[in-house]
């Protein structure tokens, strides 16, 4: 569903531009078809990814037949169109307004952020007059100003563009930020006491045109052309938002969203863009250790991976391979899930594997379900949302679902627990009661067959959708993790009974989906395929495969605090900090025999570790990742890791060797390229494809080949704003190759080992809805559901760690419908007694007319402050009673 | 209001201003309107029943709009897509060209007339929710028009089913507060979304997106108070008024320095002579004419020799070079120094551009301080020809007419008239004045 | 911040139009009678009503050269020196006023763009009361005549009271 194919069923029309005819689609911009034509008008206003405004008037024209000079960036192509870009009259103008902009512009580049990679200064050298005839005093201000904790405001500097206002409400949907004063005053405001605190405030660094907006976590950083970069994906959510990585002496300085049409579109969230700090956080573990008498210690590498070896061969033996279970892997990348996925499973034998930490999904859902890509989401019949706050958690997944539903107009239901950020644009809203989300889903079921479901919100989302062409994408995740997946899988069962539906899994963790598509999860092997499939498959690629299903992530802790689990590896995992029950896991992490912990940082988790073993992290490693839709791309290597540590791939290879077990995997790529010849779904994906195709691959790759897309120029991240656009997409067929020889002989490899594995690997799993039904139980007339949920900024690693977006985490409250509060009796803000089935807490209370009456909303933080000691895992809902404190 | 008592031959033909003449005392009242015959009609459109014969009567009559674009009535309405409902009437009312005082006149001095007009343009075009954009400034005329709206609501010509037709018609006023270019019709109606005042890009036009992105016609306060009569007296009828393609009458808003400033309502097709000289009475003190504005500040400046040139629109703009625009004349004497009044019309522009887009956020400034350089005596001989340049850069060719635009709206290019008319009528003095400013100051 | 009544007024104000935001300005203007002033609290509350942020209702009432952002006087003198004013006094009784009232807090003198009263020029208003065929000396009494209350005054924003 690329660009590249919708653009072959609209109208073409020929027109001709400065004497050379072009074609276009009818409707596309001019000043678009000019530079896709390698002609560049200048502009400062207009972006592509909004609506233009025609403000600035850098891109005047010419156009035969048509009165003056239209602005390209408004003007739609048409059939028969002479354009003229470049003749004196325009010449004069595009002079004209450099120099209007110039005069208020101080010239303070030396000192600028943006000098050196500034669309004023470029164009003014490219476009503009020699020197400004301005003698008079220019406009002062106080200069900077923050916006934000992230953005500051240099108004001299700003050229009233509005990219940054638009962007806040066009794109954010966040106005926090708008034009104030008029005339040469206007100026971007934000009201005095409400900060520009979006969570997307870093886009409108990044897009404004001058060095007016800055970040402070970069300003005054670096020269760009100081700055080295290479292409990365953000690995912060699941999303995989593309970026470009940039540093300076070995040291991140900066991620710029990067266009990918796909996914992104430009676009980070503020989480993504500045949570590289943490790379560089003080807080690194970057020596190996062990633990001797009860004090870590630190010791060489080949000891440390001794100890672990041994520690390992002693459990297999005198306890078999299941007293071995690894939690974790999700936040690393295919690589690394894959290397540990074959220790465990293909060397130690155990399938006691999960990636998840009880808060997501069962991964033979996940893995099962038909599943859409995010660009499905504009040419949807209809979107329904059962599921987190996409705002909070997979933020640039939020902005393409309000995309869907605000421009191209998509009906958009709203089935989550609680108002969430997309409610405001939902075509229907309907609340589900915790725990009862099946009971939606067959009500939408029901509308969506003629049937009336009893639920007028429903009803109305479904007439909207009726005569609708396109598929129907579920968004599926647990719209709180204060209760089971059960009621997701309900639902998740009724919605697949629905013509063309797709499934988004909005797992949270940045390389999930990897992890499970490489098998980090029990009964599963890499490449979507089941144990029992795959065993054939894979016990004579590997050294063994294990004999039955193994334990997910509450199983596995359970065992542990039973102490039934020898060694406890974790990957990358934080269980007292992420598993929904935080008592069950202190307990499990005592209650384990040996725990390897393979991070890069110390946790509540780690800190009890016997050996640990400090990974290199992102930015400082390359591989590939998978992102919600099955989206694999490549991670940018940026800077050298710090101390002595080591990828966790190769980590696993080093421990294998020592169970006597080789992998021979020396390079990255290497380990790339086994996964794309043994794991079935992702058969093909090869370094060499990957390396070249611009949108990365999405899964299985031969149901896919047709949206490869295969880049030939370098990297330019300015492109939009800069004369020299220099990263060309060439689209290729796969049907019939292109003149692009080396493009067409990747994609041809990689149809090849596709068919070679379909022909001889296990087939994909598929979901059974069979069995997934059951029932939420009641609550009683006092009792309030709990629903909970992760914020953007909470109290995990990426935000604590970084100075930048430490200070952005919000105080947290039990928020409650205002009728709930008033039945306790208390003022808001108030402390209150809460009580659930395994706790008692003590937090203060407040009203949010979003919660509905019964409900009670916490964040998700083990903190304290949070909802993990409230949550019993062992039923299917958590319901409060909340008290005052007498 | 002054209105000239006159005794020259040239006179008023009053129409729209007949009521407030006639009845000085109570013209804004709903009885002394009723006593004169508002309302009457109204009720004939009404009693007739179709409101495409209206429509037809508007586009019989060539009436063009009187808020400065001289833009057809009856073609306006045609625009609107068949079908669309619904649909908004929006009035403007917010006269904030330099000088020009008619539409305050006719909001303070006969509602009623306006409600009128209201009533029947949105019966024409089937809309039944108009709008009132009322200059913030115009306290009286609001204190007016809403003690207007409501008794014309008890006596049952606005509200539901107005006169027992059936047709519908709420009408609700929204203030400005202090900003010119929401005179200006789509910052109008951006503005009263609660926006900020700046205008939108065309296409689309209002007919077709307007207000709430629903088909708007806007009018002018003073086009639609001319729609009663044109339905008392057929359009064909109001047509043989005037000249050419101006029609009818129009309000002329006639300031500065002549003896009797007032509004005059004058047939087009007079003379500028008729209107400074017969009803204006001629220059203050018998001075001599220095220049006269013949359309608001927006348009280019005429002189002595232009007093013959007939007052009609086409003629303005095809052989002048220039608009009646707004309808205001606005007269200098020789006392006056041509580069303080452009200086002061860059003020005005630079104050009220809406800063959207950049030529005219920059460039009106620019000017300005170009021009109170030259004005005080420390330009340099360069000066002169910069301003001009800076003007073709707003609006090139500037000197021609009407103009172009690097501007996203002509509020932008207004301020090159100024400049376009110093540069025709005044270059060398000023030239000449620079150079004598120059030797002055101590080497 | 609004008083019960207004936040009724408000009420009705956002019901006259078929989007909430339209109301920005109205709402302005009553929250600016309410106070003789527009200040900062204002604004929130206007934003509620009309289901804007706080930043939008800034950016709105801030193009606006009638809505005081800033403490004025109860008495808000508006001298015209557009064009027809500038050639016939208007400077003069801009600055005269200016001069005159300069410590007075009870009075703000501000100088305004036409006021549409070219016909008797120069003119001024005060609180958006027209006084016509001014002098220095006449307009001086006029706003003497507010001062002591021999004159009744609009609102800062123009309504009767
Ligand atoms: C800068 C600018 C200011 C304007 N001011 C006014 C105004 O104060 N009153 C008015 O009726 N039209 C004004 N107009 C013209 C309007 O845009 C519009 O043409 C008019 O209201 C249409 O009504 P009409 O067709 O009845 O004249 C202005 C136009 C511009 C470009
Ligand atoms: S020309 Fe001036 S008033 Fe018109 S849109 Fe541009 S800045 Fe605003
Ligand atoms: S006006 Fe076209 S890019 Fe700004």
Redesign the pocket.
Known sequence: MTTGQAQTDTELVTLTIDGREVQARKGELLIKVAQENGVYIPRFCWHERMEPVGMCRMCLVQVDGMRGFPPACTTPVAEGMVAHTDTEPVKKIQDGVLEFLLINHPLDCPVCDRGGECPLQDQTLAFGPGESRFTEEKRHFEKPIPLSGLVLLDRERCIQCGRCTRFAEEIAGDPLIDFGERSDRMQVVTFPDEPFSSYFSGNTVQICPVGALLSKPYRFKARPWDLSTSETTCTTCAVGCRGALQSSSNRLLRLLGVDLDAVNQGWLCDKGRYGYEWVHADERVLEPSVRVRNAMVDVSWPEALEAVANELQRAIELHGPSSVAVLGGARGSNEDAYAWVRLAKGVIGTDNVDAQLGDGLPADAVLGLPRAEIDDLDQAAAIVLLGPDLKEELPVLYLRVKQAAVSKKVPLLDLAPVDVGLTPYATAVSRTVPGEEGVAAERLVAAIGGRASGDAGIDAFAAAATGRSGPVVVVLGRGSVAQSAAPTMRAAAAFAALPNVRFLSALRRGNVHGALDLGLAPGFLPGRVTLDAGRGWFAPIWQTVPKERGLDAEGILRAAADGKVRVLVLLGADPVADFPDTDLARRAIDGAGYVVAVDAFLSESTRRADAFLPCTVWGEKAGTTTNLEGRVQRLGRKVSPEGTTMDDWRIAGELAVRLGNDFDLEFVDEVTDEIATVAPAHAGARSQLLRRSRDGVVLPVREHLHEIMVRTGDLNIMAEDGPAVSWDPIRVDAAEPSEEGDAAHEVDEARGEAERLEREAPAHHEWDRAANVGDAPGRDAYALRLVSGRELYDGGRITTCSPSLAPLRKDSALMVHPQDLARIGVEEGTQVRVTSSRATVTLPVRTHPSVPAGTARLPFTADGRGASELIDTTTMVTDLRVETIS | MTTANTSEPFSETRIVTRRLHERPDDSWTIDGALASGAYDSLRQVLAQGDPSAVQAEATASGLR?????N?S?GQ?WSFLPKDTFPRYLVV?G????PSTFKDRMLLERDPHQLLEGIVIASYAIQCNLAFIYVRGEFALGHDRLMRAIADARAKGFIGKDIQGSGFDLDVVVHRGAGA??C???TALLESLEGERGMPRLKPPFPAIEGLYAKPTV???VE?LSTLPHIVRMGGEEYAKLGMARSTGTRVCALSGHVKRPGNYEVEFGCTFRDIIFGLGGGIRDDNALKFFLPGGASFQWLVEEHLDEPYDMDHAAQKLGTSLGSGAVMVFDETTDPVRVAWRLAKFYSHESCGKCTPCREGTGWVEKILYRILHGYASPEDFEMVCDVADNISPNFMAAPFNQTTL???GPSVASPIASLAKYYRDEIIERIAAQQAEVPA | MFTDDNRARARDIVAQYPRARSAIMPLAYLAQDQHGWLPPEAIPEIAEFCGVSAAEVQGTVSFYTMFKRRPCGRLVVSVCTNVTCLVVGGPEILEHLEVKYASDDDVTVEEVECLAACGNAPSMQVNYEFHERLTPEVAEAIVEDYKAGRLAARTVSGTPQ
Do not use: M, Q, S
Not at chain 2, 65 to 69: D, E, T, W
């Open positions: 709009g009187r808020g400065g674009a833009f009535t306006k403007n917010d006269e904030g060209e010119y270019i005179g200006e019709e806007v009018n002018n086009t709206c002509p509020l």
